[in-house]
């Protein structure tokens, strides 16, 4: 059974960061891209970030260039979003999500359940 477990997230001022984490269980980890979308309150899904199975290839919004880096170990099945320069409008949940195949943007099959990130002084 697939599962992705996101932790990290929490209250942070405007201009703090945080790190997500998402541990990854149930299919090899290394084979395939991993990406984070978020949900902001009242608005649908958006991409933020990805990053093909050996970490070699990232992709990210423009609106994040430059602040958030995405990141993963494949020896411990864990994949990481470093957020810094926190701004309010990126307070969302936030969500993991297994790609199809191992390079970016074929489309997600599998979720976590996801973490809140709430930037607000």
């Known amino acids: 059974e697939v599962q992705l477990v996101e932790s990290g997230g929490g209250l942070v001022q405007p201009g703090g960061s945080l790190r997500l984490s998402c541990a990854a269980s149930?299919?090899?980890?290394?084979?395939?891209?991993m990406n984070w979308v978020r949900q902001a309150p009242g608005k649908g899904p958006e991409y933020v970030s990805g990053?093909?199975?050996?970490?070699?290839?990232?992709t990210y919004i423009d609106s994040v260039k430059g602040r958030f880096t995405i990141s993963r170990d494949n020896a411990k099945n864990t994949l990481y979003l470093q957020m810094n320069s926190l701004k309010p409008e990126d307070t969302a949940v936030y969500y993991c999500?297994?790609?199809?195949?191992?390079?970016?943007?074929?489309?997600?099959?599998?979720w976590g359940q996801g973490t809140q990130v709430t930037v607000s002084s």
């Open positions: 999500a297994k790609d199809l195949r191992g390079g970016i943007g074929y489309g997600n099959d599998y």
């Open positions: 990053i093909n199975s050996d970490g070699s290839s990232t």
């Open positions: 149930g299919f090899r980890f290394s084979t395939y891209a």
